[in-house]
Each structure stands twice: as structure tokens, then as C-alpha cells.
């Protein structure tokens, strides 16, 4: 009975004895009081971390942990919080600004905020060490350097990430800019974001977290109910024109393989670190956690009362068959496992509008990096992925919340290629595993893939998390500019990241 409560999310101070809280015995306030001085915001937001009810199901409400947030300074339209969701607001700043953020933890837990995809310094970029206690607050303040796009936000406190995501606390953050104005894309109402994430529920509409103990650990946290904005069963009413959507992974572990039920192509625009060059279609596009694809969707040309649906298809994750394959029908996550085909949302067109806007053939200019371009082109860095005797490891070293290694270290300034690998075996006695590979800080290049047989990646344009499936490895490149200190990479399977597979890597 205890073990199950545990993974459930208790309201009240009580529920801390109850979770396996690792308490730290100090707390951080960011800054010096004159470094604040000198800091003058644009925009300056709090957002509280509290456990929190929603109504997901008819019956009893869910209790989950929640950012909520409010606008201190600045455009009060620079939050928005969605109805009946767990999610935490949408944040929406320009580039440029200067952004003060006041977290405050009112959870029964330690826990910090990541900023996933910004580059921000160091020591505002919600490191594990940087966690801060319940009861105690931290106070980001960094300008915003990124380019136009989605980016998000997630509590990264080590060991319990997981833990702490799949209970409710993510978010969405929007950088604008003045390249992406000038496209006029669809906005407002035209301009839809859509986190999917998939949850187990028990009897009494608790979500249940890691049912299996280590089995789940090592697949990562697996749900039957494929919700949208935190809703299982989502439905989406659009008129008859083009639509900006804006797709995040906010899965722990779950791979998506999108494409339209009709078998219309996807029209993707921008992924990760904003737009493309230009618009590309795919038949089908695979997203892994932490990972945002945007998609231009045209709905002139269907009659009032079709309906239409984003499903995930069918595809190999090479977990079947395995020493430690699921036995089936369980538990809760059994019924869906990774690769399993499933609709997503539904789309329903109930008005007819005229529409006016063309999806502009050119969207950004991006400056491709080539081989060469990097001063290590010769001798890249090289980082491999796998799991062993249940630990995450990368290179086989296991995370340890300051340690670095000899090929961590990096130069300020320097443009590195990196090769990342996937080297969980195919086959075998071990579980092999994809794992989508995430960079704090920096935004990188996909320049070269191997060893894949999926065509559903979005390599292109900038990226901070690419998804390596068993056997597969990827070339990266990216500039380390404008700020020293400890950054994290990481498996943003969020379980496998729990488990140690994340290292630090040192700009100096
Ligand atoms: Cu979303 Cu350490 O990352
Ligand atoms: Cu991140
Ligand atoms: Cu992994």
C-alpha cells in the first residue's frame, strides 16, 4: 500500500514524509544584491510550483503539481493559462528582453526550473545543484538571446525529474522575433499549441507513476492515455483556413510517428530552435521527448463536418523481444507500448471562413554549418549512449552532480562537432533503447546521421534534442559563445536521466 501511495501525488505538507524527497540542506538565491540592481527587467513573472486539483475525468479531480504563474511587470498578455490543464502558463517574451522570473517552491520537494532549449548563463539555467528546498524561492533573471520559437519549461531536480514532470509541471515558453513577424504567420486564435503526453490513471483518476518499479525505470515511464494540453480523448474545432500548430513532446518516454489520418503530408515549418529555411513535407515526422516540430495546417479546402486525425503510426522501437520484454496486459502502460499505433487528437472543421494567407516558401535564412567549420573537425568529441545494470551511462560514466571529465571540458568560443551514439544493442540480452539526446544552453546542427532506417527525422534547422534510435548516431555542430560554466547533457528519456544518464560539460 505504501508503495503505491508513492507514486502518487499527495496535496499538503504531510505528503513530504511520505515521497522519497531528497531534501538538500541549502538553498540558493540567485545574484547578489548588486548584480539585481543592475538588472532591469522588461518583463517580470512569478511562477509557483504547488500540488494542485483538476478536473480530468468526470468524478474525482486529479491532484497533480502545477506551475502557475503572474505577471509582476510588463505585458500582462505575456502569460496564459490554459483552462482545466495541469500545464503551467505559456510564456511568451520577445528576443531581446530582459526577463525576471520568481520561482517560488511550494511543493512537498526540492526542485529548480530548466529552461529546455534557451541559452541562458549557467547559473540561470536550473541545474540539479542549483535545486531549491520547499518553501524556498529563486529568482532567474536573464535576457532572452534565443531566436524565434518553442521552447519550454520543466523542474530538473536530480532524480526525481521524472517524477516531477509526469506529475504536471511543464510548460510552454514562445520567443518571438522580428524575422518571424514579418511572415505573418497564423496567430492568435490561428496559433495553436499542442503538448502531448501520455499518462496512467488508476480507479480513482490518480496518475500513477512507475507501477513496475525498475521495469518501467529502464523504458521509461509508459501511459495508456494519450492526453493533449493535458486532456486524454482531445479535440481540436477549426475553421476552414491555415493554421500554426505547435507540437511538443512533453512525454517522459513515449515516441511519437505523426502523420494525418488521410494520408495528407505533414507541412513542417520549424522544429526545435524555430523556423526552418523553408517548409518541408513528410509523410510522417518522429518526435521524441523534449523534442517541438510546428506544422503549417491548411484547412480551406475541407468541407464544414470533416474530421481528420493526428495518429501516431506504428514503428519498430526495438524493445520487443527482449530478455526483459514487457509481459503483457499487466499494468498500466503495458496496453501502449512504445511504438504502438494510437490517434492523437481529433480534428473537427465546423466553420466555414475564407482564407487569405499562403504559406511563404522562404521562412528564415539559416547558416548551414559544414564539417569544416569545426575546430576539432578531425577528432570529434565522441559520447555514447547506453544502459547497463539498470544505469544510465554515457561514455560509461554515470552522472555526479559536479564532476567533470577530461572530454567535457570545452573552450569558450570554440566550435565543436560532436558525435553522439546510440549503442544499446539491437538484440540481444539487453533492453535495447532509443535515447533522444538533449544539449543545455546551446542550440546545435544536425550535419550527419547514420545508421537509421526511420525517413521520419526533421534534422534540419536548429536543434537541442535528437532522438537516436538503437544503432543510430548523429554528428552535431555548435558554436559555445557567450557563456562559461556547467551545463548538462543528457538522455531526455526522463527515467534514464533519473538514472544517471546525464553529464556535465564545462565551458571555460
Ligand atoms: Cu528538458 Cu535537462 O532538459
Ligand atoms: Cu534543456
Ligand atoms: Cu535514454
Redesign the pocket.
Known amino acids: 500500500m505504501i508503495n503505491r501511495r508513492q507514486f502518487l501525488y499527495l496535496a499538503g505538507a504531510g505528503a513530504a514524509n511520505l515521497l522519497n524527497v531528497h531534501a538538500l540542506p541549502f538553498t540558493k538565491a540567485a545574484g547578489a544584491a548588486s548584480d539585481r540592481a543592475a538588472f532591469s527587467p522588461d518583463v517580470e513573472l512569478s511562477l509557483t510550483a504547488s500540488p494542485s486539483e483538476v478536473q480530468i475525468f468526470p468524478g474525482q479531480p486529479t491532484t497533480v503539481w502545477q506551475y502557475s504563474g503572474e505577471v509582476i511587470k510588463g505585458d500582462p498578455n505575456c502569460l496564459t493559462h490554459l483552462k482545466q490543464s495541469y500545464l503551467g502558463p505559456i510564456i511568451r517574451v520577445r528576443q531581446h528582453q530582459k526577463v525576471r522570473i520568481q520561482f517560488q517552491n511550494s511543493l512537498p520537494a526540492t526542485s529548480i526550473i530548466h529552461w529546455h532549449g534557451l541559452h541562458v548563463p549557467a547559473r540561470m539555467d536550473g541545474h540539479p545543484k542549483d535545486v531549491i528546498a520547499a518553501g524556498q524561492t529563486f529568482t532567474y533573471e536573464f535576457e532572452v538571446l534565443n531566436r524565434a520559437g518553442t521552447y519550454w519549461y520543466h523542474p530538473h531536480p536530480h532524480g526525481r525529474t521524472g517524477h516531477q514532470v509526469y506529475g504536471g509541471l511543464a510548460g510552454l515558453f514562445f520567443v518571438s522575433d522580428d524575422e518571424e513577424e514579418k511572415l505573418n504567420l497564423p496567430a492568435n486564435e490561428l496559433d495553436i499549441s499542442l503538448v502531448i503526453q501520455d499518462r496512467a490513471f488508476n480507479r480513482d483518476n490518480q496518475l500513477v507513476y512507475l507501477p513496475r518499479g525498475m521495469h518501467d525505470s529502464m523504458t521509461g515511464m509508459l501511459g495508456d492515455r494519450i492526453c493533449v494540453n493535458g486532456k486524454p480523448d482531445f479535440e481540436l474545432a477549426v475553421k476552414t483556413r491555415a493554421y500554426r500548430l505547435r507540437i511538443l513532446n512533453g512525454s517522459n518516454s513515449r515516441i511519437y510517428k505523426l502523420a494525418w489520418s488521410n494520408g495528407t503530408p505533414l507541412t513542417v515549418i520549424a522544429t526545435d530552435g524555430g523556423l526552418l529555411e523553408k517548409p518541408i513535407e513528410k509523410k510522417y515526422v518522429i518526435i521524441g521527448p523534449a523534442e517541438r516540430i510546428e506544422l503549417w495546417a491548411d484547412f480551406s479546402n475541407y468541407p464544414v463536418g470533416t474530421s481528420l486525425e493526428l495518429v501516431s503510426k506504428y514503428f519498430e522501437a526495438a524493445m520487443q523481444g527482449s530478455a526483459m520484454g514487457p509481459r503483457r496486459g499487466m499494468m498500466a502502460g503495458e496496453s501502449l507500448p512504445n511504438g504502438a499505433p494510437f490517434s492523437v487528437f481529433k480534428i473537427n472543421v465546423t466553420k466555414k471562413e475564407r482564407e487569405s494567407r499562403s504559406l511563404p516558401q522562404k521562412l528564415s535564412t539559416i547558416e548551414r554549418y559544414q564539417l569544416q567549420d569545426a575546430d576539432n573537425a578531425n577528432s570529434p568529441r565522441q559520447f555514447s549512449?547506453f544502459m547497463r545494470h539498470m544505469h544510465?551511462l554515457i561514455n560509461g560514466r554515470t552522472f555526479n552532480m559536479q564532476e567533470v571529465a577530461d572530454d567535457e571540458r570545452i573552450r569558450l568560443n570554440s566550435t565543436e562537432l560532436w558525435e553522439l551514439a546510440n549503442d544499446d544493442p539491437r538484440m540481444g540480452m539487453m533492453m535495447p533503447?532509443?535515447?533522444p539526446v538533449h544539449l543545455h544552453g546551446k542550440q546545435f546542427q544536425v550535419i550527419e546521421r547514420r545508421g537509421t532506417h526511420h525517413s521520419g527525422y526533421v534534422d534540419d534547422g536548429w536543434k537541442d534534442t535528437v532522438l537516436l534510435m538503437p544503432g543510430e548516431r548523429a554528428r552535431i555542430v555548435t558554436n559555445f559563445t557567450d557563456y562559461k560554466g556547467l551545463f548538462l547533457y543528457h538522455?531526455h528519456?526522463l527515467e534514464?536521466g533519473d538514472m544517471g544518464?546525464m553529464r556535465n560539460y564545462l565551458i571555460s
Open positions: 549512449f544510465g533503447m532509443p535515447h538522455c528519456i534514464h544518464m
